[in-house]
């Protein structure tokens, strides 16, 4: 029944964003990780039965469902409410595991010149990290790295794969 | 019968130069044009006077055929190379429509000072480039260069080079150079190098090397292995390095590479990240942008190292910045305002102005070498190459695609190089354009580039 509920505030706000087309920020349909290689797991996190060690970069993607990434408007790095919400998940882990660190990479879409989107990327980082800080992690755990427009996720032109590009993700370092 | 041949070929020449993209031959002359001071009379600054000059580029040559250690062969050889070398630096530049030696009867070696203009006016020939190879002591090679004025019969230019077999492609860069200059009234450009980022693999997971090559996209070396992604290259002023943003041990960090001992350092020991380097014009200093807190701004180090000066201080994103040619104020980009502008300020930092204010955005901007212009990044929907004054007025925009960027000039101010990004498939290739945005074309790559960076003309 819960997962019911659910489904229908997830339709209610897709259904939302799609008659606020323009000016919502956050990547349409499917926000749960991408299969495949963009979403760094890490095999080695795997237990015996298949489900990740606890404390692993493979459980904290397992656990994040999705929340590992944060989403940003074009041009933007403020920290919405939903991004606000993810980050509070990332901090509960990271202070669950208090001798884990983490970088978190800033990412821009291919809109943007090169080296402005590099400074972009690092400050849609550090947007991500100050926030972690203000949830109690220490700031000598976080790490910050920007690959600008170098290393997007979706691939095609279109303000759908912008909007998927334009992020910041937590990478916890096993 | 010699005479006979000539005549036949004289046929087919003047039979009709057909479609604009039709195999190069020498136009007759235009019949308004016939008085004797037709030559030379145009104005220098209407190009379009200058695309109907007839330039004639036989091969050089040679008082005898000797092996050369040059990679065009022997000197016999290397009289056509040449002078095929001249016909594509002119032809390229897009001033010109010269006819090279594929097409022309090549002068004999006692001809090269002394034409036989007859030969010349009857192809209708305006301009003539004949020119001279020979192997001198110590295996190098003596190039000669002459350019006459074919309706006057007069020497407008003389020149000689003695170069080394491996640059051999320098001495027809610089016969280029002169008769560009001499009849166009612009510096020269043609001898100098690109450096540039060579880009292969999918879009989310491309190589990204540092590459080199000459203006003409000969000598071409990849610089770096491609395991560290690498962006954003600037030739020092001498040749002697580049410097360059890499991601070396996993953070974007601004390298001076050495050309000679292929090796690299740090420009700045901090643990920020660094990037958009870019080299004063004398060498001497290197101005580069760094974040802290998410914040990034601009900062002067010599070449030599040693501590940083800070030359902006507001929050948000300062970044990049280019020299005036005397080196007393940088053009920058900010997004002080709220969205990215250029902006100028004095070398030390003081007086921070913006001058862009057209609407869109405004990045990246370049000085140009002459001073008189920037170039920029203008961002309006599309991405563009558009100049204005130092000022910001008199904004033109030069190109229209999709995403054209990161401008960088000629070493005489009169050509702009940037990159091309394809749509959806994200590939990415160097064009250039000239002043006017009428001559545009793509720069032959062995693979994808971009971040085109045009050093000065070689020492």
Redesign the interface.
């Known amino acids: 029944m819960t997962t019911r509920a659910s489904f229908k505030t997830a339709a209610l706000i897709l259904l939302t964003s799609a008659a606020l087309a323009g000016c919502t920020k956050k990547p349409p349909a499917d926000l749960p990780p991408e299969p495949g290689p963009?979403v760094a797991t890490d095999d080695g996190g795997n237990g015996s039965l298949g489900r990740p060690i606890p404390g692993s970069q493979a459980d904290f993607v397992a656990q994040m469902m999705g929340a590992d990434t944060i989403y940003f408007d074009l041009?933007r790095?403020n920290i919405d409410s939903q991004d606000a919400a993810a980050l509070a998940q990332q901090a509960q882990w990271l202070s669950r595991y208090p001798n884990k660190r983490a970088t978190i990479e800033g990412h821009c879409d291919?809109?943007g010149?090169?080296?402005?989107n590099?400074?972009?990327g690092?400050?849609r980082?550090?947007?991500a990290k100050?926030y972690l800080v203000s949830q109690g992690i220490d700031p000598s755990r976080l790490n910050t790295?920007?690959y600008g427009k170098?290393?997007?996720?979706a691939?095609?032109?279109n303000e759908e794969a912008w909007a998927k590009n334009r992020r910041a993700v937590t990478v916890t370092i096993d | 019968m010699k005479n006979r041949r000539l005549l036949v070929l004289l046929a087919f020449v003047a039979a009709p130069a057909l479609a604009q993209s039709a195999p190069p031959v020498i136009r007759p002359a235009p019949p308004v044009v016939a008085g004797d001071d037709g030559g030379l009379s145009g104005s220098v600054s209407d190009d379009n006077a200058w695309q109907d000059l007839g330039i004639a580029i036989p091969a050089f040559a040679t008082d005898r055929d000797v092996p050369t250690s040059a990679s065009a062969g022997s000197t016999d050889a290397l009289g056509r190379a040449l002078a095929q070398v001249i016909t594509s630096d002119l032809k390229n530049n897009g001033l010109f429509k010269p006819v090279g030696p594929d097409a022309l009867p090549r002068p004999a070696y006692p001809q090269v000072p002394a034409p036989e203009f007859g030969i010349w006016s009857g192809r209708g020939a305006e301009m003539l480039v004949q020119g001279s190879v020979r192997a001198v002591d110590g295996g190098n090679l003596a190039v000669g260069c002459y350019l006459y004025d074919v309706a006057l019969k007069q020497l407008l230019r003389r020149a000689e080079w003695t170069v080394t077999p491996a640059d051999w492609r320098r001495a027809a860069h610089k016969c280029a150079d002169a008769v560009y200059s001499r009849l166009s009234g612009e510096s020269p450009f043609f001898d100098s190098r690109i450096a540039y980022i060579a880009e292969t693999g999918?879009?989310?997971r491309?190589m990204?090397r540092l590459a080199i090559m000459d203006s003409d996209g000969a000598n071409h070396r990849f610089v770096t292995t491609g395991q560290a992604?690498a962006?954003?290259p600037r030739y020092s002023p001498d040749y002697k390095s580049i410097v360059y943003?890499s991601y070396l041990n996993?953070?974007?960090r601004i390298y001076i590479y050495d050309l000679d001992r292929n090796s690299q350092h740090l420009v700045t020991q901090s643990t920020n990240?660094t990037?958009?380097p870019r080299w004063s014009p004398d060498g001497k200093w290197i101005l580069y942008?760094m974040?802290i807190?998410?914040?990034?701004n601009i900062y002067r180090v010599s070449a030599q190292g040693g501590p940083s000066t800070q030359l902006t201080n507001t929050p948000g994103?300062s970044?990049?910045g280019s020299y005036s040619p005397d080196g007393r104020r940088i053009v920058f980009?900010s997004?002080r305002s709220g969205?990215?502008q250029v902006y100028v300020m004095n070398a030390d930092g003081s007086d921070q102005r913006r001058i862009s204010f057209f609407g869109g955005r405004a990045?990246?901007p370049e000085w140009s070498p002459r001073g008189d212009q920037i170039a920029f990044?203008h961002?309006g929907g599309n991405?563009r190459i558009a100049v204005m004054d130092p000022n910001g007025g008199n904004m033109r925009t030069l190109t229209n695609s999709w995403?054209d960027?990161?401008p960088t000039w000629s070493p005489n101010g009169r050509i702009i190089q940037f990159f091309r990004?394809e749509?959806?498939s994200?590939k990415t290739a160097i064009w250039q354009v000239d002043l006017t945005g009428r001559n545009e074309r793509r720069l032959p790559t062995p693979v994808d580039g971009?971040?085109p960076a045009w050093g000065p003309v070689r020492p």
């Open positions: 963009a041009d790095y291919e809109r010149t090169r080296d402005y590099l400074a972009l690092e400050r980082a550090n947007a100050n790295v920007s170098e290393r997007p996720v691939l095609g032109s | 999918p879009k989310n491309r990204k992604t962006l954003t943003l996993g953070n974007p990240p990037f958009a942008s974040a807190g998410g914040n990034t994103i970044i990049g980009e997004d969205s990215q990045a990246t990044t961002i991405f995403q960027e990161a990004t749509r959806g994200g971009s971040d």
